[in-house]
């Protein structure tokens, strides 16, 4: 089974005991006699050895955007990575299931709709990997004529000249398709505010990728947990004592973990990489600590990601939709509707892997705090939700979307693999749970339709879905044990 990227926190979340003991190996592989030598260094890793001798630790933020996004080097910039797919690290929704792109299509359809359809669109995608969602959405769009004739102009925003390329030809049959232009642009800053331009907006896995700041609240106010070499060559950082996550004495075992069968996904590595407890509180982490309201209320030696970029682009997002013919977003991603401080973790061929073991060769993700996106688009735009994947796709009818592809199935095991595929996208214990999603308007609107399925809420577990959840869906669930 290909791995998606949520699986492993609620893996984590679920056996707390082990999510930690994991985790503290994962952060704290100590140089220690006896334990596996390190691999030849990467050279992501070169330059963070680099940097920190030059000028001390570096924050997760420099360390998860060096190693995602170096020019060249970077995961997701080196055309030797295959990133998503069976060939690739990870497996995401769309590349699931069309039915994924199909639904989401409908609803941004639905949006524009409800707008009285006058103006003249645009759509953008926030990362879009293969360019399979795009694609499935342009499809759909396609066959609501009222919509279609308005679709205008696609934007896609995408760092990695290698994911352009996959996408360049995956969508190259859409360009110049009744005029549709389609562009490529490294931020969400450069795409166009319109007049009269209707925006529709989707960022699938995306808000996951960005880089994030860990910081620890402490009596002397919010200090930054940042990354040094081992061995430490800045003077001036304190220790975290061992017992807790992010462990940083050296284990008195070269083999930490006593049962591997917890977590026989990941790999013995040795890393050249620990995190260090700042001296003092900084500017960054002071004024990340201040960010949001809910962070005073949490107590001293809390733990959490924040990321100012993720905050930054929502904001974007929320002015891009409520500027012009106004808009209609969706965002959807792994994640909680607060912040948590030991989500950082990396993939590497379907499996967890340390995110400190050869930089820039797997990919690195943290967990989204939805509440952060939602207090970024205070001013601008409204936000629906989250609702989880499972009950927004139900709620959006999955299942008669499911049916209808199963009657024109080729054959039985064609219909099979196609239930199969929905079943694990609102699979109760997996993808279905983990993944949320995000409506955002702005502009006109506001009817109750615009807020279908925000509206309805959770769906009931109890109640019977058209989507048979088989025995083999819900095994996919566990695909990391
Ligand atoms: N949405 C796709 C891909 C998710 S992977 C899917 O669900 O299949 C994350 C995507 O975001 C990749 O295309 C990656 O290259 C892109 N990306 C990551 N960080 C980015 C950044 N800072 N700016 C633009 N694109 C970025």
Known sequence: MFLARSRVHATLVKHSNVGRTLLSRLHARPAHAGSTPAASVTPVEKILLDTIK????????????????????????NPANSVIG???????????????GELLGIWLSLQYRSTGAKHDVQLVELGPGRGTLMDDILRTLSQFPHTWGSVKHAHLVESSPALRAV?????????????????????????????GVYTMLVAHEFFDALPFHLIEKTHQGWKEVLITSIPDPAAKTVLRPSDVLFASQPSPSPTPLSNPSHDRSLPITQTRFRPVLAAEPS???????????RF?????????????????????LGTLISRGAGGSALIIDYGKDHAVGNSFRAFKAHALADPFDAPGQADLTANVDFAY???????????HGPLSQRSFLLQMGIGARIAALKRAAASPDRARAVEKAAARLVDVMGMGREYKVLGVTG??????????????GEVQDAIQTNVKESQAARCSGSDLT
């Open 86 to 100: 069976a060939l690739g690290d990870f497996i995401t929704s769309p590349e699931i299931s069309q039915v994924f």
């Open 283 to 293: 500017p960054v982490s002071s004024l990340l600590g201040a960010s949001s309201p």
């Open 373 to 383: 996106l939602v207090e970024a688009l205070a001013g601008t735009a409204t936000a």
């Open 167 to 195: 996408q360049e030809k995956k969508l190259q049959a859409w360009d110049g398709e009744h005029g549709l232009k389609l562009h490529w642009h490294d931020s969400i800053d450069d795409v166009p505010e319109a007049d």
């Open 54 to 77: 030059a000028n001390g630790p570096v924050s997760f933020a420099t360390y998860m955007q060096l190693c995602l996004s170096h020019p060249t080097e970077g995961y997701y910039m």
């Open 443 to 456: 502009g006109v609107g506001g009817s109750a339709e615009e807020k279908w399925p925000f509206i309805a």
């Open 296 to 316: 005073s209320s949490l107590p001293i030696g809390a733990r959490i990601e924040v990321s100012a970029a993720s905050f930054q682009t929502s904001r974007k």
